[in-house]
Every structure is written in C-alpha cells, then in structure tokens.
C-alpha cells in the first residue's frame, strides 16, 4: 500500500526556519518525481515545488523561489522542504504528493499534511 | 488568483448532472493534460480524472472529463450526497515551468 506521511510541521515565528519530511513506503520511491502543495486556512491548493526522481531537475512557485528548498533521499526514501525566512503567508497545511507521469498525469498519492503556522 | 478559472460554486439535486468547468491559456491547458481533484472536509485531495478523461481505479464512471482548446470540464452525473466537495482542476504550464491550480469549485447536494 502506497503510503506519504509528513512530519515536521509546527508554529514559528515569522523569519524563522522549519523542515518537513516525507516518508514513503509502498513504492519505489526513486522511479517518481514528487511535489510539495500547500493549502492556507479556508483557501485553495497551491503547487509549491517540485523535484524529478534523479533530483536533477527542480522548479519552485515564485511565491517560495529563493526561500524554500526541495530534496529528496531515495536511501531513505524521503523527501524534504527546507522553509527558510517564513512569512505569515506560509500559514498553510503541507502536502506531499507523488507525480507518476512528466507533467501530465496528475498526482495520484497524497499524504495527510502537517501544519505549519508562522505567527509572532 | 488563480492562474487557471474555475466558477466557485456549483449545485445539484440527487441524480441530476452537473458540470465544473475550468479555462486555462495555451501555455498549461492548450498545451498539457488536465487533472481533477475531489477535496472533502478536512482531508487530503483526491485524484479523480487524470490526462483530460482517465479515471483512477475506484472512482465511479459517474464523474467525466473532456478538454477543448483551452478549457475543460469535470461532469458529475446521477449525483450523490457524497459527491458534495470541493473540486480542483490543475495543469502543468510550460512558461512558468510550474504545476497550477484552479482555485476550486464547491460543489453542494442540495
């Protein structure tokens, strides 16, 4: 059974540093690429980042580019987003979510999100 | 606001059909596949039509998909109380090399 399962997540303050993980199971984690997407508090989802199953290509949202930092360990099969200079707007629940297919087929496995709340 | 346009509600009676639709530009939904998402409360969201008209194993063939130019459509026939969510449509676009999302449609079973 396919499994995604966030950690990390927590309150901090504005400007601070925070690291989420992904544990995978179930699937040969280094064969996909994967995605962060996040959802503010009674707001729509938003891509954040995204990396291939070699690591060697990875795109940002504008919103995070030069903040944010993608990752992954196929030794551990994880993946990580490392969130630096956190604003307000980064409130959001994070998801990390499996791609199948390059850029077209969707993401078919979602983990449960861990909270993160940047707040003074 | 969002890159791709999607209405923010829609509403049906049990068995009715409806529709959500979601219109893009040539750079993500003239270019690239479109994928739609079933969000219920306070969970995680759900693929339930991958490239334009796929569905996942386990989704009913009740819930349709089709793409046209630069738009597309999430039909839902003989609707269900279980089908009341919110809907996301999403493609990749190839000028900001970014996934992007419709800003979801809330879909009530009145």
């Known amino acids: 059974e396919v499994q995604l399962v966030e950690s990390g997540g927590g309150l901090v303050q504005p400007g601070g540093s925070l690291r989420l993980s992904c544990a995978a199971s179930?699937?040969?984690?280094?064969?996909?690429?994967m995605n962060w997407v996040r959802q503010a508090p009674g707001k729509g989802l938003e891509w954040v980042s995204y990396?291939?199953?070699?690591?060697?290509?990875?795109f940002y949202a504008d919103s995070v580019k030069g903040r944010f930092t993608i990752s992954g360990d196929n030794a551990k099969n994880s993946l990580f987003l490392q969130m630096n200079s956190l604003r307000y707007e980064d409130t959001a629940v994070y998801y990390c979510?499996?791609?199948?297919?390059?850029?077209?087929?969707?993401?078919?496995?979602w983990g449960q999100g861990s909270l993160v709340t940047v707040s003074s | 606001q969002s890159v791709l346009t999607q209405p923010p509600s829609a509403s049906g009676t049990p068995g009715q059909r409806v529709t959500i639709s979601c219109s893009g530009s040539?750079?993500?939904?003239?270019?690239?596949?479109v994928n739609w998402y079933q969000q219920l409360p306070g969970t995680a969201p759900k693929l339930v039509i991958y490239?334009?008209?796929q569905r996942p194993s386990g989704v009913p063939d009740r819930l349709s998909g089709s793409k046209s130019g630069t738009s597309a459509s999430l039909a839902i026939s003989g609707l269900q109380s279980e089908d009341e969510a919110d809907y996301y449509c999403?493609?990749?676009?190839?000028?900001?090399?970014?996934?992007?999302f419709g800003g979801g449609t809330k879909l009530t079973v009145l």
């Open positions: 179930g699937f040969t984690f280094s064969s996909y690429s």
């Open positions: 979510a499996r791609e199948p297919g390059n850029y077209s087929g969707g993401f078919d496995y």
């Open positions: 999403a493609a990749w676009d190839n000028s900001l090399n970014a996934w992007v």
């Open positions: 490239r334009n008209n």
């Open positions: 990396i291939s199953s070699s690591s060697t290509t990875i």
């Open positions: 040539s750079s993500n939904i003239g270019s690239n596949p």
